[in-house]
């Protein structure tokens, strides 16, 4: 067993607490609010990656997205509206999902490097999430065979404001929450 952690380059603490992510990013996930405007409903799918940038690093953040995802595309009910499946990873809403990946490489690249909390955690957060809208608003537009801009309109314009509450949130708790699990003994 420490053998394969160890190639993996994450310890067995790490990938218990990538476990323990997933599993709250799978039960806060399906959690939406449908946006009469816009198919795509508001989650808190990515406050959960933010925070599991500081528990766990990109390395394991991006580990814990990816294991989301594939209990997603699997058909675990763990997406929005407690969806799941591969017809929805393939739906409008899918390209926000696969954004996911986009936004903890990002996101977490610049966080690693920057371990303080900073406004560089605040810029990093802002431009994965830039990134994940633009892959899920480009594929927004060609599921719904609309114009980009119009896909923004309704895929990321009525969001942004919540995501600037969800960034605020993570770096406040984020350290904090870093900082327990790093002194925790388990």
Known sequence: MEVSAVRS?????????AALVTAVTCVAGPIAIPIPVSPVPLSLTTLILYLSLYLLGMKGALVSCFLYLLLGIIGLPVFSGFSGGLA????????YLIGYLFLVLVSGFFIDRFPKPSWIHAAAMAAGTILCYAFGTL???CQMKIPFLSAAAIGV???LPGDGVKIIVALTAGPILRRRVRSASF
């Not at 380059?9 to 607490?17: A, F, P, S």
């Not at 929805?88 to 390209?95: L, V």
């Open 9 to 17: 380059g994450l310890t067995i603490r790490q990938m218990t607490t």
């Open 88 to 95: 929805k990873a393939a739906g409008p809403t899918g390209g």
């Open 139 to 141: 594929w927004l537009a």
């Open 157 to 159: 314009l009525p969001y």
